[in-house]
């Protein structure tokens, strides 16, 4: 069975800076893929980024990237140069490769403060 | 690209009514498309994975009865709440997904469906 942690209900960040958002998942799976959603209050869920088990590199996709350490079992999100439009639920997930079960976080809640 | 429409956006019902929702995929054919439903600040739980032309998977504890889910062609997938009661009201979401290589199976998603029932 997949388990995905997110451990920051909410984080706060002003306007420009960077931010991390946490996500630690375990898994018995050799191979499967780890996503980052965006849900703002209108509650459509974006796709933001994806990395997969065997990506030696991490994802990136603009201003978003995925700092993945496999050892460690974490695939953190980093939004770089926040925006205010920016604020919204984030939800890290995951799936066996093939297999398309997303199992999700609880979320974290980000802020983005002028 | 991959766009996933949703409709209605939302709906209110009366009490053992029935509501069909419809999600699709407009700009490409989706082998899978799944159904999730996601209570007030909480995450999204799985109801179901339909694959077109088959019977779909229901996750444990989603009666099968109740939402019945429909997946007639490679862009629709509907899902029926039949019988509606006030604890059935939530927001209902769908992804579907391509097959585009090997390794990504993207789940793109719908706006979601908030339904109310009275």
């Known amino acids: 069975a997949q388990k995905i942690t997110q451990t920051q209900p909410g984080m706060f960040v002003q306007e420009k800076e960077a931010v991390t958002l946490d996500c630690t998942y375990d898994t018995s799976d050799q191979s499967y893929g780890l996503f980052w959603y965006k849900q703002p209050s209108s509650g459509e869920m974006i796709f933001l980024i994806y990395?997969?088990?065997?990506?030696?590199q991490n994802a990136t996709e603009g201003r978003y990237s995925l700092n993945f350490q496999k050892a460690r079992k974490s695939a953190n999100l980093v939004i770089s140069a926040s925006q205010l439009g920016d604020s919204a639920m984030y939800f890290c997930a995951m799936s066996p490769i093939g297999f398309q079960k997303l199992v999700f976080g609880t979320g974290t809640r980000l802020l983005v403060s002028p | 690209g991959a766009v996933v429409s949703q409709h209605p956006s939302r709906v209110i019902c009366k009490s053992g009514t029935s509501v069909k929702i419809e999600c699709r995929s407009l700009d490409f054919q989706a082998t899978t498309m799944f159904w999730y439903r996601q209570f007030p600040k909480q995450s999204l739980m799985l109801m179901a994975t339909s694959n077109e032309g088959s019977k779909a998977t229901y996750e444990q504890g989603v009666e099968k009865d109740k939402f019945l889910i429909n997946h007639a062609s490679l862009t629709l997938s509907t899902l029926t709440v039949t019988s509606a009661h006030p604890e059935d009201s939530s927001f209902y979401i769908c992804?579907?997904?391509?097959?585009?290589?090997?390794?990504?199976?993207?789940?793109?998603f719908g706006p979601g469906t908030r339904l109310t029932v009275l």
């Open positions: 992804s579907a997904s391509m097959r585009g290589g090997a390794e990504t199976d993207t789940q793109y």
């Open positions: 990395q997969g088990s065997y990506d030696e």
